[in-house]
């Protein structure tokens, strides 16, 4: 029954309620203390004095067609008149890649990612740098390389488009220029220059894509051949989960193959960091086959079926880390075009993935006998920017390709590539073949073992390099860009790395061109990957450089994914325990094995944490593999009569 205190309880609480009202508004009609006013010692408007500067700085919002406006910073040398433009747009902070070091010299601020600095600066161009659509200070929704306006994306806009609407604005408002614009960059901001191509502006005279991202799934960043390049994760994150790149990857681990192992698939180590919130990784996750996704933005086939309007020079880096398919990819497609024989330059330097506007002296422990990214930048970059951008210049004196000549170490002047050089001498494939003992020689093998075998574990992938494994990036003290130098005795000592080796050389071996793989190999699961690798053995001691004596320098070396041997586009189970023919091309390589080296061979089926591990169990999806998809496979190279592997080596004779 209710307690005969309840009507006092309920009048006490509300006579404290009343008193408590009755305080808080005495306390609110309380004046408040009056203090003496302090004066912001900050301006409301702060107006530099660059009077000893000298460039001007400008940053500008440029309206596209769409109305939407993108942050565009111009530096224009002090005292300009009809001066070329060189515009690079930039998904990674226009603001930030203008003011590396702020400073009153143009080429302060200039130095660091993307900047040629002495050609640029020397030479007088008017520099202008713009945040693509949707990052940084532009306005806009940001796609992943935007691909143009099509099936793969229904708006009128894309950034051909943005680029065409740029070049139209700035040469009707930068009123120091001769109204000729050249566009240039590296890796995305490479991609960028080949959008200008398509549809171009009448001012845009020259292009110069760096290292271009071309085609994310046969041999650029996402993918190679079908096996996903997982470090890139942390790119995707980071680019994608917001305008400014604030949210960074982190990793509870010293080690990259700890954490990539721990994850089990590369989807659900995306589950784990929430990755399912971001359109691309979802896009990813969704084509993990060569279909219409990729065919439909691949750069080099819509540059195909295009005019060629604009000279263009593609620089390729032979050990490119990152990009290595790409500038290769669009020569093929577009030198067919050129009928002067003017218009399309290929450049290839013994370079990391950006490094021909850094010092370009060796890479790695691999030196190269002088600086020869400068060389490129002076001897070639700037006459080819000049002959297009500078009124009068005169025509710059450069052959269709400038290669650099790895193991002679030295530039060439060739009429094409891979199919001739200097002298007209020319290319053919030269079989070397995979043979029983571990050997390796230009005579197909005529008996002997019929084939190696070794048990691949995907619970004990082989590691791409050295462990601990750190973060990809370009930190101080970080060697991700040497990665493809590495010296491979890290794997050739291992028992599921089949290694076949040549005899020493007693004459030079020159190499210009894509190798082709011809592996005929059997696993015992229903799929697997197969990677390749051609390298070049120094001798035992090297005089002048004793650390290099046995280096095993790869030349060459990629991956293929099983599922895709009869198509890239429809993945198939593998038939166990048959063997069967795998052909694919290795990247370009521009060598000579001089006499004393060695060629070696290597065969192995997981490349971690590089790519992600084949369970060998035949999935629909690798993303979403599940821990008992994860099976050992016995792996077997056969080099038997009729059966036999080798490697066809583009040499010259």
Not at 178 to 184: F, H, I, R
Not at 468 to 490: C, F, H, K
Request: include cysteine; proline fraction near 8%.
């Amino acid at each position: 029954m209710p307690s005969s205190t309840a009507p006092l309880r309920r009048r006490v609480v509300a006579a404290l309620a009343a008193a408590l009202s009755v305080s808080i508004a005495a306390a609110a009609d309380t004046p408040k203390p009056q203090y003496p006013n302090y004066p912001s010692e900050t301006p409301a408007a702060f107006t530099p004095s660059t009077a000893d500067h000298d460039y001007v700085r400008r940053e500008v919002m440029i309206p596209m067609r769409d109305g939407v406006k993108l942050h565009t910073v111009i530096l224009v040398p002090s005292g300009a008149r009809h001066a070329g433009m060189l515009l690079t747009r930039t998904p990674y902070d226009a603001k930030e890649l203008t003011s590396h070091t702020p400073s009153g010299h143009l080429a302060a601020m200039l130095e660091g990612y993307d900047n040629a600095t002495d050609v640029i600066v020397e030479e007088g161009y008017i520099r202008v740098v713009q945040d693509v659509r949707g990052k940084y200070g532009s306005e806009g929704d940001y796609v992943m390389n935007r691909p143009v306006h099509g099936p793969q994306n229904p708006t009128p806009v894309d950034d051909a488009t943005d680029t065409y609407d740029t070049i139209d604005w700035l040469v009707k408002h930068v009123p120091e220029s001769n109204g000729k614009v050249g566009t240039l960059g590296i890796s995305y901001d490479g991609f960028e220059p080949l959008m200008a191509l398509y549809h171009p502006h009448p001012a845009l005279k020259v292009s110069v894509p760096m290292n271009p991202m071309v085609d994310g799934w046969m041999g650029d960043d996402w993918l190679h051949h079908g096996a996903f390049r997982q470090p890139n994760m942390a790119y995707i994150y980071e680019q994608t989960a917001s305008r400014d790149n604030s949210h960074k990857w982190w990793s509870n681990y010293h080690d990259d193959y700890d954490l990539f192992m721990q994850a089990g698939s590369a989807g659900a180590l995306g589950r784990r960091y929430g990755m399912e919130q971001l359109g691309f990784w979802n896009k990813l996750l969704a084509h993990p086959a060569y279909d219409a996704f990729w065919s439909d933005q691949a750069v080099d086939k819509l540059l195909a079926a295009e005019p060629l309007k604009v000279p263009v020079m593609l620089v390729h880096s032979l050990w490119d880390q990152e990009d290595i398919y790409g500038a290769q990819a669009v020569y093929r497609a577009i030198k067919p075009k050129d009928k002067s024989g003017d218009m399309v330059k290929l450049v290839m330097g013994p370079w990391y993935h950006g490094q021909e506007i850094h010092d370009g002296s060796a890479l790695g422990a691999i030196r190269f006998g002088s600086d020869t990214a400068k060389y490129f930048r002076e001897h070639v970059l700037r006459p080819f920017l000049a002959q297009y951008l500078k009124d009068g210049a005169p025509k710059a004196d450069l052959a269709p390709v400038t290669a650099f000549q790895t193991g002679t170490d030295q530039w060439q002047r060739l009429d094409r590539w891979p199919l001739a050089c200097d002298g007209g001498c020319a290319t053919k494939s030269r079989a070397i073949y995979l043979e029983p003992g571990a050997k390796l020689g230009f005579a197909a093998p005529a008996g002997g073992e019929a084939y190696d075998e070794y048990v691949s574990d995907p619970a004990r992938p082989v590691p791409y390099r050295e462990r601990p494994i750190l973060p990809t990036g370009y930190s101080a003290g970080n060697t991700w860009s040497e990665w493809l130098v590495d010296d491979q005795r890290m794997a050739a000592g291992r028992t599921d790395v089949l290694t076949y080796v040549s005899e020493p050389l007693t004459a030079p071996l020159r190499v210009a061109g894509a190798p082709e793989v011809n592996l005929v190999a059997s696993t015992s699961g229903t799929d697997s990957d197969w990677v390749v690798k051609l390298i070049d053995v120094y001798p035992d001691q090297v005089s002048d450089q004793p650390e290099m004596g046995g280096y095993q320098l790869a030349v060459a070396m990629d991956i293929f994914r099983g599922r895709y041997r009869e198509g890239y586009a429809t993945p198939k189970p593998i038939a166990a325990n048959q063997a069967l023919p795998y052909r694919f091309d290795l990247p370009n390589a521009n060598h000579v094995f001089l006499p004393g080296h060695r060629v070696m061979v290597q065969v192995q089926s997981s490349w971690f944490p590089l790519y992600d591990r084949n369970p060998q169990t035949f999935v629909p999806n690798i993303f979403w593999a599940k821990p008992n998809d994860y099976v050992k496979a016995t792996q077997r190279v056969y080099h038997a009569p009729g059966e036999a592997s080798f490697i066809a080596l583009p040499v010259v004779d």
